[in-house]
T-cell receptor
Framework: AQSVSQHNHHVILSEAASLELGCNYS??????LFWYVQYPGQHLQLLLK??????LVKGIKGFEAEFIKSKFSFNLRKPSVQWSDTAEYFC??????????????FGRGTQLTVWP | EPEVTQTPSHQVTQMGQEVILRCVPI?????FYWYRQILGQKVEFLVS????????KSEIFDDQFSVERPDGSNFTLKIRSTKLEDSAMYFC???????????????FGPGTRLLVL
């Protein structure tokens, strides 16, 4: 079975600090990669996604992620966090078997707390 | 912006009772999913559904579970006889299908928190 690892369970930062959240997956073939965010009391929202092409993808709210195939990684970054970025962040992977359908494999999530 | 909606937001039930969790996917979406998250654990895939049939199900999705699209808008998850370990947050998701870069993206509802006593 595929697995997705998020090594940081809880990250605490001050505003304006830089952020990098790690995500590694275990599948050796073609994958689609996603970062979702869940703000307090809200549902999972798509932050950004990678399907193919430029491995550096930009998402909403100044977030970006880089796909490094050789490292099986898709780390999330933001140069300067804000208090409003406090949320739980989930990395998810879909195995690309050429089918529209496909389950997402999620990491455990990283709780980010940003102090003003 | 269209959203996936789920009802109820919370459900408390007695062990052995049947529950039905309801979802309204985004209207032009063709692919539907259920996931669950037990407290403190990962979000786990349960089932995917397309063209009025199950496309894929996980090992969690045993005979106690069933899904249905009873009309053109609702997508339901039924747990026939709930167990204590079914207590979790249940998420519905939908995706568009077709071509283009957005078609594989799954959009999630707010979840139903199920507590089995």
């Amino acid at each position: 079975a595929q697995s997705v690892s998020q090594h940081n369970h809880h990250v605490i930062l001050s505003e304006a600090a830089s952020l990098e959240l790690g995500c590694n997956y275990s599948y050796g073939g073609t994958v689609n990669l996603f970062w979702y965010v869940q703000y307090p009391g809200q549902h999972l929202q798509l932050l950004l996604k990678y399907f193919s092409g430029d491995p550096l993808v930009k998402g909403i709210k100044g977030f970006e992620a880089e796909f490094i195939k050789s490292k099986f990684s898709f780390n999330l970054r933001k140069p300067s966090v804000q208090w409003s970025d406090t949320a739980e962040y989930f990395c998810a992977v879909k195995v690309d078997r050429g089918s529209t359908l496909g389950r997402l494999y999620f990491g455990r999530g990283t709780q980010l707390t940003v102090w003003p | 912006e269209p959203e996936v909606t789920q009802t109820p937001s919370h459900q408390v039930t007695q062990m052995g009772q049947e529950v039905i969790l309801r979802c309204v996917p985004i209207s032009n979406h063709l692919y539907f999913y259920w996931y669950r998250q037990i407290l403190g654990q990962k979000v786990e895939f349960l089932v995917s559904f397309y063209n009025n049939e199950i496309s894929e199900k996980s090992e969690i999705f045993d005979d106690q579970f069933s899904v249905e699209r009873p009309d053109g808008s609702n997508f339901t998850l039924k747990i026939r006889s709930t167990k204590l370990e079914d207590s979790a947050m249940y998420f519905c998701a939908s995706s568009e299908g077709g071509t283009g870069t957005g078609w594989e993206t799954q959009y999630f509802g707010p979840g139903t928190r199920l507590l089995v006593l």
